[in-house]
């Protein structure tokens, strides 16, 4: 027998958002692990904001807060709005942030202004930690052995805006028109996005660029440091430098590291910094025309073929960034922003990289 077209809602509903959402659904081993690095965030949060009986309006929660960020990259949302728009609908989206079925979503430029805070108490940088600390709980990183690269980010800003820096106002031309006209970051500047660069690489034409930097432990390919910084020829071995320090001050032990990085690192200053901090540099060599800087007895060992196979896992991080994450040309403005953007998108990929890691230790148990 035919059904009938029709639609009748219940007065009253008996179920919870929760009931709507599939056991195995990914979102709820990613939510769990959120929830548990949130709750190691409270004092940070605390800090944030006003203590209650100085009174105010109450700002968006920053835990719902950092939810509905981690949606945007995970759903690949191109903007606030939007994300808005689907919480408002989208019960999975309701559930994952903790939203009641009834409760109002946020005005879009209410919840832009709330990143901010974000941002000047470094709460992204936390999370990302503390989930980088899970991974370590579960035994997922080897702490010794890291690579290292860098890739370059789109900033979201034109040609047109590039102009000369002593450009008046009241002068013509908008920066479309630089035919057989010299431009460097020296003279010019972008009037869209003041701390994007002009950079090329290799083949690639000159852009506007930010340069994203990321440093993975060599076991599982976890993301362990991220970090945004100005285009140019030496950004990325600086960051290497800052991030690879930053674990060795982490550990309490003079275990020797390994840090792994292709041909673009092969450069002396680089290679006895590494070696100033007991840090083994498995850097490819680099012996087109000129001797590498790397020595010939690290080159020959074990230890190195294995890092220059491993460190291509870092890859997988910038190609997950830039198809699923905003990544390949950010949609934010100014290096603080765009680095909160880097970070909490490394963040996401670490969350989705632990939860297949634990389907398959489960699988490999039974």
Not at 109 to 118: C, M, S
Not at 143 to 164: C, M, N, R, Y
Not at 324 to 332: A, D, K, P, S, Y
Request: proline letters at 2%; hydrophobic letters at 40%; a neutral charge.
């Amino acid at each position: 027998m035919r059904g009938a077209d029709t639609f009748t809602e219940s007065l009253f509903l008996m179920k919870r958002l929760d009931d709507f959402v599939p056991p195995c659904h990914p979102l709820r081993e990613i939510r769990e692990m959120v929830n548990k690095a949130l709750v190691a965030m409270d004092d940070l949060f605390a800090g944030m904001y006003e203590a209650d009986i100085k009174g105010g309006r109450p700002s968006i929660a920053p835990e719902k807060l950092l939810r509905a960020m981690l949606l945007q990259v995970l759903y690949s949302v191109r903007s606030e709005r939007m994300l808005m728009e689907q919480i408002q609908y989208n019960m999975l989206f309701r559930w994952f942030v903790g939203l009641a079925m009834d409760d109002a979503v946020w005005v879009p430029t209410v919840f832009t202004k709330n990143r901010q805070r974000l941002i000047e108490h470094d709460a992204v940088v936390e999370l990302f930690n503390q989930i980088v600390a899970q991974a370590d709980e579960r035994q997922l990183l080897s702490g010794e052995h890291f690579s290292v690269d860098g890739t370059l980010i789109q900033a979201w800003a034109g040609h047109k805006s590039f102009v000369p820096k002593d450009r008046k106002d009241g002068d013509e031309g908008d920066g479309s028109d630089f035919r057989n006209q010299q431009r460097s970051n020296e003279t010019h500047e972008s009037r869209t996005d003041g701390d994007a660069r002009l950079y090329r690489k290799g083949k690639t034409a000159s852009e506007l660029r930010f340069m994203g930097h990321t440093l993975t432990d060599n076991r599982h390919g976890l993301v362990v440091n991220a970090m945004v910084t100005q285009a140019d020829g030496h950004a990325e071995r600086e960051a290497a430098k800052v991030m690879i320090n930053d674990v060795r001050q982490a550990r309490t032990d003079e275990t020797t590291l390994t840090l792994g990085a292709d041909k673009g690192y092969d450069a002396q200053e680089f290679i006895e910094a590494l070696q100033e901090m007991n840090v083994l540099p498995h850097v490819a060599q680099n012996i087109s025309g000129r001797k590498s800087a790397v020595p010939d007895a690290v080159a020959a060992s074990e230890g190195y073929a294995i890092s220059q196979q491993k460190r291509k896992r870092i890859e997988q991080g910038f190609g997950w960034a830039k198809t699923v994450g905003h990544i390949r040309q950010v949609l934010v403005r100014g290096l603080q922003k765009v680095d909160q953007m880097f970070v909490l998108t490394m963040a996401a990929y670490n969350l989705t990289r632990l939860r297949t890691l634990g389907q398959v230790r489960l699988q490999g148990a039974q």
